[in-house]
């Protein structure tokens, strides 16, 4: 019997990519000496990770008068962004139980690989899941069904079995997951409404741990 399968978003699901990034943004502009004001541009500009980063550096670097190219000022970010990044004790602690209930446990990602896979490594997140899929070595980006498809092949699972995915993003991860014909959870961090077909809505991950842990073989809780 196929074990059930419970896959997770990465950025501001299981890690705070914000809190992160703001990390990151105070110590850039301290480093380069960018004045009082552009810490909060920084954050603004990023709007919590939904610009694409080539496009986002492109408009700092022409902002601050910056020499660096894009792609130098991106692949500084990407080093050093997963040293800023931090999992809770209690989320490593969380999926660890999943997978000891019998649960396939997975990371599905959009990102490029270096940055994404940093984080998952640094965390201590690689050694509580069966395996990962990140949009940036893979080819293809979520909402795309075929990654939730390998993700759940990187944890010897299929889509065909069903499943479940957590997750903050109303269209990449929710309709996403119910394109690949995964079950929701979303992840409601107050900033957008309740996308339709979340079966469940949780404001924190350890929610979602737990809603999981107390289902029974059907699904249900």
């Known amino acids: 019997m196929a074990r059930p399968l419970a896959l997770f978003d990465l950025d501001n699901t299981l890690v705070d990519r914000l809190a ?9 502009a301290a480093r380069r000496g960018l004045g009082p004001d552009a810490v909060a541009w920084l954050v ?12 986002f550096f492109g408009l700092v670097r022409a902002r601050f008068g910056l020499p660096e190219p894009v792609e130098e000022l ?16 209690e989320v490593l602690d969380g999926l660890a139980r999943l997978r000891a209930a019998g649960w396939a446990v ?15 490594r640094r965390t201590g997140l690689a050694g509580r899941v069966d395996g990962w899929a990140i949009s940036g070595a893979e080819g293809v980006r979520k909402p795309d069904a075929r990654l939730f498809g390998i ?3 990187r944890c010897g ?13 109303p269209v990449k991860d929710v309709a996403g997951a119910l394109a690949a014909g995964l079950r929701a959870i ?22 979602a741990l737990e809603l999981l842990m107390g289902m ?3 699904g249900a809780v």
């Open 151 to 153: 993700g759940a092949a």
């Open 106 to 120: 997975g990371i599905v990602t959009n990102g490029m690989a270096d940055n994404q896979t940093g984080k998952i």
């Open 157 to 169: 699972a299929s889509l065909t079995d069903g499943g479940w995915f957590v997750g903050d993003d």
């Open 216 to 218: 029974r073989p059907g």
């Open 74 to 89: 991106w692949a500084a970010y990407r080093a050093r962004l997963p040293r800023l990044v931090t999992c809770r004790p």
């Open 20 to 28: 992160a990034f703001e990390r990151w943004a105070a110590e850039f």
């Open 186 to 207: 979303w992840v409601d961090r107050g900033r957008a409404p309740r996308p339709p077909g979340a079966e469940h809505v949780v404001t924190d991950v350890l929610d």
């Open 44 to 55: 603004r500009t990023d709007a919590d990770g939904s610009v694409p980063m080539d496009v």
